[in-house]
């Protein structure tokens, strides 16, 4: 059983930068990867990035450029490292170790943590 544990949300302003982490209890990005998704009240939950065990970094289009993901394995530990954020960044944040490669749907993700909540003030 993986378990994850969301930090580093918080309330920021527009323009301004957060960086989450996501700690697992076990290696949980050897197969394939681990990625990042995030929801607001009322809609889907979304991709935002994730990281496969290739290397290759796979980011939605609205945080390409202003978004880095990455990991380090010696503390089995997952970054999201959010530049110039905006008022539609604002939702809770999830980490979660997918079952496939290469998805982006929340359906082929198997374990996730609690969620970090990010709100971005205008």
């Known amino acids: 059983q993986v378990q994850l544990e969301e930090s580093g949300g918080g309330l920021v302003q527009a323009g301004g930068s957060l960086r989450l982490s996501c700690k697992a209890s076990?290696?949980?990005?050897?197969?394939?990867?681990m990625g990042w998704f995030r929801q607001v009240p009322g809609k889907d939950r979304e991709f935002v990035a994730a990281?496969?065990?290739?290397?290759?970094?796979t980011y939605a289009d609205s945080v390409k450029g202003r978004f880095t993901i990455s990991t380090d394995n010696t503390k089995n530990t997952m970054y999201l490292l959010m530049n110039g954020l905006k008022s539609e960044d604002t939702a809770a944040y999830y980490c979660?170790?997918?079952?496939?490669?290469?998805?982006?749907?929340?359906?082929?993700?198997?374990?996730w943590g609690q969620g970090t909540q990010v709100t971005v003030s205008s």
């Open positions: 979660a170790v997918p079952s496939a490669a290469w998805s982006k749907h929340r359906y082929d993700y198997r374990y």
């Open positions: 076990e290696r949980a990005f050897s197969r394939y990867g």
């Open positions: 990281t496969w065990s290739s290397g290759v970094t």
